[in-house]
């Protein structure tokens, strides 16, 4: 087998013996190794609120369903222009949609036996 250089015997030391260098040094490892375990719950909270934006930014078109940017006052799939309605008429007709009684909505299916 092969001697250990002698930086690694000096580094081992370091940490070993409860001198003010190898205090230092062992706090340095350890916040080194704090900013590699917490980075990527920092990065992983800031796609988070990055995908929140970009969805608050987003307008759905009303005739085909397809959903662009608020930048674009025309649909670039179906052509149509966006409404210009403020949320809260979107909101009250949409509630006006779905309070219609569930049994004026709803199919009845009726089961038949079927011979072989």
Request: charged fraction near 10%.
């Amino acid at each position: 087998m092969g001697r250990l250089p002698p930086l690694i015997w000096l580094l081992a030391l370091l940490l070993l013996l409860p001198t003010p260098l190898g205090r230092a040094l062992i706090d340095v490892i350890g916040g080194v190794a704090l900013v590699l375990l917490t980075l990527p719950v920092i990065l992983g909270g800031v796609g988070w609120i990055g995908w929140k934006v970009l969805q608050s930014r987003m307008q759905v078109c009303s005739n085909c369903g397809s959903a662009s940017l608020q930048a674009t006052p025309v649909c670039a799939v179906c052509g149509s222009s966006f409404s210009t309605a403020d949320a809260s008429s979107v909101a009250n007709s949409k509630v006006e949609v779905d309070s219609t009684p569930a049994s004026s909505v709803t199919i009845d299916v009726t089961a038949e036996d079927v011979e072989n």
